[in-house]
């Protein structure tokens, strides 16, 4: 009977050798289907992939992520996240990807899963979970920074599209803050590709702004775009880290990129990351890919470091200094007690022929 | 449980105790759960109603705003006025800032959450459509403005409809945590209620407990207290009762015991006194009559006490003389034990000296054994010199003879031999005189051996009365210290002979203390006997007065007997 016993357990050892102990299951959220989130997910894949090759995981754990679509909104993103809250062999989130998607779905982690956001740059994340963190800076210090570049640049009248969603507000909210010219208007516009441009363009032509600042993202950013230089319209067009998908497309030639990436980032890391990107995907990688890659490493190292365990994956997260901080392609990585990365920013890029080139700040 | 049965719960006292503690622990009980529950459902209103209110404003916030930022939208349109604009954005912004508000509440059921989102999206979709409409009215598209305003009213049912489902969400809140609230209340009500009836119940039966506990015992306490008051003093109670009763009970068992006896032995005792009276007057003028031949005895007894003090008298005084006597002795035997002190230390110090004077004696000793020595070796030289003294006259002879010779032969010689002739004369001179030198030194060899041997013998004289002379200071010495020994002891007999003389003075005044207080006793008892002698006299007349006494007691018996008789044993 005690031998019976004994090989019962040894097969439900290995059993558990092979399924849960060896696999570590990250979630991970995004809107997949828009370029943004693809370039998400690609970012999460080349992590998953080095990951399992490096040596400290190749024999002893395999990572695997569960995908799960968002679709960027609030409602959907609490219904994942509360999947991800149910599903026991979960033990971190990469994700989610959008601002509004990530205030929504932060309360449901709340106490049980930490979640580290890769794009949600929403001020109103700073400090909503004690389990929530993001390796993006929020709107407030990007919407200055390029508030800040326009300003060097000397112009004086602006006009403000925003999506009306939290990234959009965010962003416009706080580029207001630090514009020293005019903005001569400020509207709302919506996420998508099917909406009509013309009359907002139709009115710049007339009011002649400076520039137009677009706090958006690409399907939105190209629609205008494509309307914009109908009517070839001459302003500076800038647009924030939301416009980093949309610089492979021949409309955004000539257009100001606000972004925590720059793929011409001659450090060694950072060359490393672009040239498998481009061999895996056949196409460069922006701040997108590069932050859902550095926040899955992140993971992956704080699981090597505490095991895989929710909380102390946390704890972790909240703990890490100067010293101890994760160092990924975006820069080093550690956080304040609200969850906002310390120490990163944005970079001011110009799209010249499909790629954002750094652009001097003057 | 049997302690309890024994100590405390068997007496009334006991009884009350326990009920009456069990009564107000369960009164403390519902007491503090009434507090308790008083507070706790405050609180949870308190709460509730906070969280209810802060809930309401938010909704009703919302409501306003998005009704304020609708009205703006329109107002726009109609007037193209800057500030509807302003209000249309302020409005709207603050709408959307009073959501993110909600959302970040805790406690938000998802059912909220997924309404606070769709209500945003709508109110941005709305928004959308307003600001398309306003920039199409700005460049004078008013038909075309008109359409996206309609787009943005039927964004306006739907947000209102939600806005609305919101509502009766948190109505819908609001009426659970009221159910939760009054369910809280009715349980604890219920729990407070069935407490006090069980400390109601608890009361009444202890009570009624008591009551019969109480009555029943007194009721038959009260009959055995009649009957004993009636002179019945064979009634008993033996009926079980609390502790209290059934020690009345055995206490009153006991008393009509007690009486019984006494009652008894009362009448007994009213007999043997009659009879004893009687006894007690004639024993009582037999009792006169020996005192007075007592007094006369006492008076024969005083006569002989003084006389046997008389004898006692003159005992001291010889005692007296005797210790004079000891005195004597005693200061006797301190002067011999000065005395030999003396006599020892002289003794000693004698023997210091004559042990110098034997120090001093065996140096002469050895000198004169030196001395004796040396004319040793001195006799032993003047033979040497002798033996050579006849060496050197056996020389000088043959020189002589040798001369003699040469002057002979230089005789014959010639005068050849003339020269000669004078040297062989003055060799034989030669030789003479060297035979009267040896002479001389044989003639002082003798004197010195002369003088040698009577030094000698003078040596061996003295050196006789070296020694003699030690041996009497040893002999001197050793009879110091038979002296010495011989004080010692006597000292010693002597202090023997104080403590003796002391020990006896001691005895003989012991002896006169003694005599002293034989002779006080002596004394005491004539005069005690004089007492004796008056005492009598009292006594015989008590014994008159007791036998009057007798007669009295003879008669109370007598009543006492009577009395006894009608009680019933």
Redesign the interface.
């Known amino acids: 009977m005690v031998q019976k016993r004994i090989v019962l357990a040894l097969v439900g050892l290995a059993a558990c050798s092979h399924d849960t102990a060896r696999t570590v299951t990250f979630g991970a959220a995004g809107p997949f289907s828009q370029a943004y989130g693809l370039a998400n997910k690609q970012g999460i894949q080349l992590a998953v992939d080095e990951i399992n090759a490096s040596p400290a995981w190749g024999t002893t754990r395999r990572l695997s992520v569960q995908f799960a679509d968002d679709s960027g ?3 959907r993103a ?2 994942v996240a ?1 999947s991800f809250v149910n599903s026991p062999r979960i033990v971190a989130v990469v994700g989610h990807v959008n601002s ?1 998607a990530m ?2 779905a932060a ?1 449901v982690y709340d106490q049980h899963l930490a979640a580290v956001a890769t794009t949600a740059t929403s001020p ?1 994340l700073t400090g ?1 979970s004690p389990w929530t963190f993001r390796v993006i800076p929020s709107d407030s210090a990007n919407g200055q920074t390029i508030a800040r570049f326009i300003n060097a640049r000397g112009r004086k009248r602006a006009s403000v599209l925003y999506e ?3 990234y959009g ?1 965010g962003l416009a ?1 706080n580029f207001k803050r630090s514009f020293a010219g005019t903005i001569i208007s ?5 996420e998508d590709s099917a ?2 441009f013309e ?2 363009v ?2 710049f032509k ?1 009011q002649k702004p400076d520039v137009v600042f677009i706090a958006g993202t690409d399907a939105s950013g190209l629609a205008f775009l494509k309307e914009a230089r109908r009517q070839n319209l001459d302003a500076d067009l800038v647009g924030g880290d939301g416009w980093q998908t949309v610089a492979p497309s021949p409309l955004a030639e000539g257009v100001f990129v606000g972004a925590p990436f720059s793929a011409q980032d001659p450090r060694p890391e950072v060359r490393a990351f672009v040239t498998a990107y481009s061999r895996k995907f056949n196409s460069i990688p922006d701040g997108n890919a590069a932050l859902a890659y550095d926040a899955t490493k992140l993971l992956a190292h704080a699981v090597e470091q505490v095991g895989p365990d929710r909380v102390k994956i946390r704890e972790y997260l909240a703990n890490l200094t100067e010293t101890s901080a994760f160092h990924g392609v975006t820069g080093a990585i550690r956080f304040r007690p609200d969850g906002d990365p310390i120490g990163k920013g944005i970079v001011m890029t110009r799209v010249h022929e499909g790629a954002m080139q750094l652009e001097a700040t003057k | 449980m049997s302690l309890l049965d024994n100590a405390q719960f068997n007496t009334i006292r006991g009884r009350l105790w326990i009920g009456f503690g069990v009564l107000v622990g369960i009164l403390l009980l519902a007491g503090f759960e009434a507090r308790r529950a008083l507070t706790g459902v405050s609180r949870e209103i308190v709460a509730s109603l906070s969280e209810v209110e802060s809930e309401a404003a938010l909704t009703s916030q919302v409501s306003a705003d998005v009704a304020k930022t609708i009205e703006a939208a329109s107002r726009y349109l109609d007037t193209r006025d800057s500030s509807a604009q302003s209000a249309f ?1 302020a409005f ?2 603050a709408a ?1 800032e009073v959501q ?1 508000q909600m ?2 509440r805790p406690n ?1 059921s ?1 059912s909220e ?2 309404a606070i ?2 209500i ?2 709508k109110l ?2 709305m ?2 459509h307003y ?2 409409a ?3 009215a ?2 004078g ?1 008013a038909d ?1 403005a008109r359409v996206a305003s309609s787009a943005a009213r039927r964004s306006i049912d739907e947000l209102l409809a939600d806005i609305a489902l919101l509502g009766r969400i948190k109505a819908e809140k609001v009426a659970a945590a009221r159910q939760d609230l009054a369910s809280e209340t009715a349980q604890r009500s219920d729990l407070l209620l069935s407490i006090i009836g069980l400390a109601l119940v608890f009361g009444i039966i202890v009570v009624m407990f008591t009551v019969r506990h109480i009555s029943e015992p007194l009721e038959l306490l009260v009959t055995h207290a009649k009957r004993l008051s009636d002179g019945d003093l064979a009634s008993r109670t033996d009926a079980s009762m609390p502790g209290e009763f059934s020690i009345l009970a055995s206490a009153m068992n006991q008393t009509g015991e007690s009486l019984s006896r006494v009652v008894n032995v009362a009448a007994r005792t009213a007999d043997e006194v009659s009879s004893s009276a009687h006894d007690l007057a004639s024993v009582s003028e037999q009792i006169s009559l020996s005192a007075s031949q007592m007094a006369s005895a006492m008076t024969e007894v005083s006569h002989g006490a003084e006389a046997t003090v008389h004898q006692l008298r003159s005992v001291d005084e010889t005692l007296q003389a005797i210790r004079e006597a000891a005195t004597g002795v005693r200061k006797r035997s301190d002067e011999v034990t000065h005395l030999a002190q003396n006599i020892e230390g002289a003794a000693q110090a004698k023997r210091v000296e004559i042990d110098r004077a034997l120090g001093i004696l065996v140096d002469v000793k050895s000198s004169v054994e030196r001395a004796a020595a040396e004319i040793g070796h001195l006799n032993a030289t003047v033979s040497d010199i002798n033996q050579f003294v006849q060496s050197v006259s056996q020389i000088a002879d043959q020189t002589n003879l040798l001369a003699l010779n040469a002057a002979i032969e230089a005789a014959r010689a010639g005068e050849a031999g003339r020269g000669f002739a004078v040297v062989a004369d003055e060799v034989r001179k030669l030789a003479e005189q060297s035979q009267r030198a040896a002479d001389d030194i044989v003639q002082m060899t003798t004197v010195v051996t002369a003088r040698v041997t009577s030094s000698a013998k003078a040596m061996e004289s003295s050196a006789g009365r070296v020694i003699e002379i030690e041996r009497v200071s040893r002999d001197i010495d050793a009879a110091l210290h038979t002296i010495s020994d011989a004080a010692e002891r006597t000292r010693i007999a002597a202090i023997g002979v104080t403590g003796a003389a002391e020990a006896n003075a001691s005895a003989v005044n012991h002896a006169a203390v003694s005599l002293e207080s034989i002779a006080k006793t002596a004394e005491g008892h004539a005069a005690a006997a004089e007492q004796v002698n008056a005492s009598t006299q009292q006594q015989s007349a008590a014994c008159e007065q007791m036998t009057s006494a007798s007669n009295v007691l003879l008669a109370g018996s007598t009543q006492l007997r009577q009395l006894v008789g009608t009680l019933k044993t």
């Open positions: 909104n609030g409602v609490s219904s509360q509004g205030v929504s309360h109103a909503i009306n969603n939290p507000r909210e400020i509207d709302p516009i919506g909406q009509r009359p907002f139709t009115w007339k | 954005r709207g912004w959307h993110r959302n970040s938000q998802a959450v997924a989102a769709t945003d999206n941005s979709e928004e959308i600001a398309l306003h920039r199409l700005d460049l598209r075309e």
